[in-house]
């Protein structure tokens, strides 16, 4: 996934949802100790500035240079580029050795990895037998059935141009494994389901559809999905491009801690 997402870390920076402070707060109950956490694929650091109001450190990690610089300082936070050519041994000694993890992160991002490589890398940093490891996602949203017709309509067209990876988080991580110990989060093949409340304007769905790996591709291959006919439709459907209406993520999650 290296430089997947480079091309629009700016769009990623405005487009994309924050996730809600309850969710860090659940979390972090789970953890008997709130000393260190680790966000992976952190990009512009959403997820890490809401783990670092319970946790005294924050690693942040990411392949991406280009979204790292755009993230959000935080005097908890430290952001570090993890480069693909980092071994297994490396990565868990940048991170702060064996056992010395509470909370590992991945937010909108697990469906990038190795996984089984990935798994092994977090049983190793986990505190045992506290530690927990917690995945989260969001697959679209849902506006009102008119507006969702006609979205999901646009949504179709982008199919061919998604990685192979993506179909998991369509499916809600429901097709991938998550060998942790159920803590009554989310667990293999039967995700917590989350809603994501907010407030947008069609502007900024708009940013958010122009910021998925999909649309950027095809405009790369010479195929423009949001032409100018596609987003006048979209945005008489909205009912103007500057009308704010609400807006629900449909969020979900996997969360455990490593098997004894």
Known sequence: MAGLFDKQADAYLTA?????????????????????????????????????????????????????KLAKPHPRVRYLHTPPSLSDDELVKLIGGEN???LVTVAQ???????????????????????????WG???????????????????????????????????????GFPFEDIGLGSEG????????????????????????AVVTAKERGVDLLSE???EKLENVWGGAKVVRPVVYKGFMLAGKPHA
Do not use: C
């Open 16 to 68: 994309r949802p924050t996730y809600p402070a309850h969710w860090f707060s659940m979390l972090a109950r789970q953890t008997s100790s709130h000393s260190r956490a680790w966000d992976i694929g952190t990009g512009n650091g959403q997820a890490a500035i809401g783990v670092a109001e319970h946790y005294q450190q924050v690693i942040a990690t990411d392949v991406s240079q280009p979204q790292l």
């Open 100 to 102: 010395s993890v509470d």
């Open 109 to 135: 991002a697990l469906h990038w990895f190795d996984l089984p490589r990935l798994y092994s890398v977090i049983n190793r940093v986990l505190r045992k037998p506290n530690g927990v490891f917690a995945v």
């Open 138 to 176: 969001y697959n679209g949203f849902t506006v009102t059935p008119e507006i969702d017709a006609a979205f999901q309509q646009f949504h179709d067209t982008t199919i061919p141009y998604w990685k192979e990876n993506v179909k998991h988080l369509f499916a809600d991580y429901k097709t991938l």
């Open 190 to 213: 039967r995700p917590l389901k989350l809603g994501i409340p907010k407030q947008r304007s069609f502007e900024e769905i708009l940013g958010l559809f122009r910021s998925w790996t």
């Open 229 to 231: 006919s596609v987003v």
